[in-house]
């Protein structure tokens, strides 16, 4: 194309046409492809999972969302008008009333402390002193699912994540694997209605209106196949090591512990590895936040494990672990408080946890199901309470509404809001005294 020619728009590249349709012939494995030239595995699932992709038209919109770590109004002191466009929302009926009542919840959930609550004779003694009431926090849950990371949101999750706004993460394996995927390549806007099949010849994924072309996946899997090789390596010595210990045991001593890799502990060791401060779980590993992911191998990374044991069998991730993990930190708070996006999995699990304290104290829950057919993605909060997963007492929020719009309203007016006077409030607080 001459440098006069104007380039095509994405709406003329993904136009049907009619031509038979030969997804090989259209989307080609790649030689210089570190994972498609793998022998081990199956040439079909090669081919379908990683062909190559069609470059992306010039101009094409990249998918990012609003920086508030880049905010020059971090102390967002003086009203402006969209906080007293949003203070109108209490009154405004719908859900824009129920807007109003979740950002009062997160306001709640993070401002709440112990001494807020009056000693009991049933508490340990150690907590009667007033001065360590006052830095005994909730712990805030914070869960989404993938979709959130596909879009903008990531850039508000990150936010979150790097200033330690939140304490336990939950998320889909699409939230993992799209995070460490828009290190390497962007996410591009494309339209709800673009034609499947010729994105499919293109080798052009969409994800609604958003577009991920096949050879970001490409690049992630050339990225992490040699980390889960260097992960078995790792989990392979560990085993030599804990079996000499228990070749030298005598009677009276137990099993030593024995190293096992959970998801938890691999999404750490991804976000570690990932050297990208525009990653969320770059952030995560860097500041101890735990992220669970109990259904980790349903998306590009279980592609990846799946592959992996073609060539070696015996890499383990231990769920047990983790699931005693999270419940552990759910019991381990004297008040908790959940954000959830979305439903399924991680809204559930979610939920699970904070059922073994007997329900948590604040909730807020941001989705669009409904509950007419029974699914848990579509409960309502009360429906919870009648589990125990939120307690009888709190005034939990559910919020029926696109969470690429509503979200950032709500960190405007919570996380985002008078970030340093928060800051010096939590200072040396934490969620439970260790004895």
Sequence with gaps: MSSSETPPTLSQVISPKNEKIDILKKAPLVASNGVSAKPHIPSVTASA????????????????????????????????????????????????????????????????????????????????????????????????????????????????????????????????????????????????????????????????????????????????????????????????????????????????????????????????????????????????????????????????LYFHSYKRSGFILDIGEDIRRINDLAVRCHASGQVIIGGGIVKHHTCNANLMRNGANFSVYINTGQDFDGSDSGASPDEAISWGKIRIDAKPVKVTADASIVFPLIVSQTFAKDVARWQDDTKDCVCWLDS
């Design 49 to 304: 999972v990683l062909g190559e992709s069609e470059t992306m038209p010039v101009g094409t919109p990249i998918v990012k969302g609003y920086d508030f770590q880049s905010s020059k109004n971090e102390k967002n002191e003086s009203p402006t008008l969209i906080d007293n466009l949003l203070k109108s929302y209490s009154t405004m009926g719908f859900q824009a009333t129920n807007l109003s009542l979740a950002i009062e919840e997160i306001k709640a959930m993070r401002k709440w402390r112990l001494s807020d609550v009056p000693f009991q004779d049933s508490e340990d003694p150690s907590l009667k002193d007033m001065d360590i009431r006052k830095k005994i926090r909730a712990r805030i849950f914070f869960s989404y699912t993938s979709n959130q990371i596909s879009c903008g949101q990531r850039e508000i999750i990150r936010y979150l994540v790097q200033n330690k706004m939140v304490d336990v993460i939950v998320t889909t394996a699409g939230g993992i694997e799209e995070d460490l995927i828009k290190c390497f390549e962007h996410t591009f806007i494309g339209d709800f209605k673009l034609n499947g099949r010729e994105l499919r010849k293109r080798g052009i994924n969409r994800i609604g209106n958003l577009l991920v072309p096949n050879r970001n996946y490409c690049k992630f899997e050339d990225w992490i196949e040699p980390l889960i090789g260097k992960m078995h390596d790792e989990q392979d010595i560990e085993d030599r090591k804990w079996a000499e210990k228990l070749n030298n045991l005598k009677g009276e001593h137990g099993i030593p512990e024995k190293f096992v890799w959970t998801p938890s502990k691999f999404i750490e060791r991804l976000g570690a590895e990932i050297q990208d401060e525009s990653s969320v779980l770059y952030w995560a590993a860097k500041n101890k936040i735990p992220v669970f992911c109990p259904a980790l191998t349903d998306g590009s990374i279980g592609d990846m």
